[in-house]
């Protein structure tokens, strides 16, 4: 088992969570399905919840911390959030409040020896983030439930070994789609969702910049398919470096995805 991963828990509209993996440090990136869900998919990978070292949350909508109460309930691990999400959670769950750990918004902190740089997402939640993780050299980055890419955050995510990026819904199955107006607006504005097509020219910028992978997360069951998404970002990719393009499928990922030097290797053989 490579020690340097990217492990898709879940995916989508309906809950998302990811592992991420770097020699030992584990961090879970919310906790958007039952926590049942969680361990289950852990111990494909023979982890248990006190291998993890830290939570980090973007955001507080309920396919983000479906998972949260019971965790806080359960594990140890030091959970992690912004304080716009810390306390519109806290809101909603009175009985856990004071159990996140607050970070300012831009500002960095560590998790053993990973470091931890949040940004800013345009999303129409309190105060939601997404995240560069630094270990040895390597730079994975995280942004979905956004609108668009601002530019802070396209500087912080370029030059990234590893991003998980959202492809969140194609513009015109989301326009022909069962969803009522205000919402078709609300995912299609500036701080609703990623598109397949805007996810695909900010993907080229990010190859450009030395991305070897790329994770295509958050499809809309609804108005998108996997294929299609992936289909729109390798169009736009045609001519550049190398890149593999996966997609987070809604359920967890088959295997781990490996960064670093696992992925030179498996490249190379
Ligand atoms: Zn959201
Ligand atoms: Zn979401």
């Not at 560069?132 to 030059?159: K, N, Y």
């Amino acid at each position: 088992m490579a020690e340097n991963y990217y492990y898709s828990i879940a995916s989508g509209s309906s809950g998302n969570c990811g592992l991420y993996m770097a020699d030992g440090t584990a961090i879970l990136i919310d906790l958007g399905v039952s926590l049942r869900r969680i361990t289950t998919a852990l111990k494909a990978l023979s982890l248990t919840l006190e291998d993890i070292s830290a939570v980090v949350l973007t955001h507080e909508h309920i396919d983000h911390v479906k998972g949260l109460p019971m965790f806080l309930k359960k594990a140890k691990a030091p959970v992690f959030a912004t304080r716009g999400t810390a306390e519109a959670f806290e809101e909603k769950n009175p009985e856990y409040a004071d159990r996140l750990n607050i970070f300012d918004s831009g500002e960095r902190f560590w998790v053993r020896d990973v470091d931890v740089v949040p940004f800013p997402t345009p999303h129409d939640a309190a105060e939601s983030t997404g995240y560069i993780f630094e270990h040895g050299g390597s730079r994975f980055g995280f942004a979905t439930d956004l609108g668009f890419v601002p530019r802070d955050a396209a500087e912080l995510l370029r030059g990234c070994e590893m991003v998980v990026l959202e492809s969140n819904h194609d513009p015109h199955m989301l326009q022909a789609g069962p969803y009522p107006y205000s919402l078709k607006m609300r995912v299609a504005g500036p701080s609703g969702h990623l598109s397949n097509p805007d996810c695909a020219v900010f993907a080229a910028d990010l190859v450009k910049s030395g991305t070897r992978t790329l994770v295509l997360a958050h499809l809309s069951e609804k108005n998108n398919m996997p294929e299609l998404a992936r289909q729109q970002t390798l169009s736009a990719l045609r001519g550049l470096p190398a890149c593999e393009v996966l997609v987070a499928p809604k359920e967890h990922m088959e295997h781990p995805v490996s960064f670093g030097e696992e992925k030179l290797c498996s490249l190379s053989g």
